[in-house]
C-alpha cells in the first residue's frame, strides 16, 4: 500500500511540474502581445467594438493593456485588459488567442461605463 502511495505522490509531482512547465510566464505572454500582428489584431477589435456601438470610429482616442493583468487562459489564450482614453472605467476585456498561425480575439467583452459613453 505504501509503495502505491509513492507511486501516486511522485507521478502527482511529475504532473504538476509538467503542467508548470507548459504555463508561458507573464514576460512570455506580455512579448506576445507585444508582436505587431497581435497589436494590429486588438486594434482592429477596438476599432470594430466603438463602431458597432456607437456608429462612429472617433470616441476611442487612445488605448493601453494592463500587463500586470494578464494572465493564461484555463482553455487556451491569454485574458487581457484594455483600457480606454486613459479612463480605468471605460474596459475592454479580450481573450486573445493563436489558431493555425493565425492570432484573433475569441471573445470581448465591454464594461457598462465604456458601453454608456460609445452611445451617446
Known amino acids: 500500500m505504501k509503495k502505491v502511495?509513492?507511486?501516486v505522490a511522485i507521478l502527482f509531482g511529475i504532473g504538476i511540474i509538467a503542467g508548470c512547465?507548459?504555463?508561458?510566464?507573464?514576460?512570455?505572454m506580455n512579448e506576445e502581445l507585444k508582436k505587431p500582428?497581435?497589436?494590429?489584431?486588438?486594434?482592429k477589435t477596438i476599432k470594430n467594438i466603438e463602431k458597432n456601438i456607437s456608429g462612429e470610429n472617433n470616441k476611442i482616442i487612445n488605448y493601453e493593456i494592463d500587463y500586470e493583468k494578464t494572465h493564461q487562459?484555463?482553455?487556451?489564450g491569454i485574458e487581457v485588459e484594455v483600457f480606454i482614453n486613459g479612463?480605468?472605467?471605460f474596459r475592454i476585456d479580450l481573450l486573445v488567442d493563436k489558431s493555425q498561425n493565425k492570432y484573433r480575439v475569441g471573445?470581448?467583452?465591454?464594461?457598462?461605463?465604456?458601453?454608456n459613453f460609445l452611445e451617446q
Open 87 to 89: 479612463n480605468r472605467d
Open 107 to 115: 471573445t470581448s467583452v465591454v464594461s457598462k461605463e465604456l458601453a
Open 73 to 76: 487562459n484555463a482553455g487556451g
Open 37 to 43: 500582428e497581435v497589436v494590429e489584431v486588438i486594434e
Open 5 to 7: 502511495l509513492k507511486l
Open 21 to 28: 512547465i507548459n504555463t508561458p510566464s507573464k514576460e512570455r
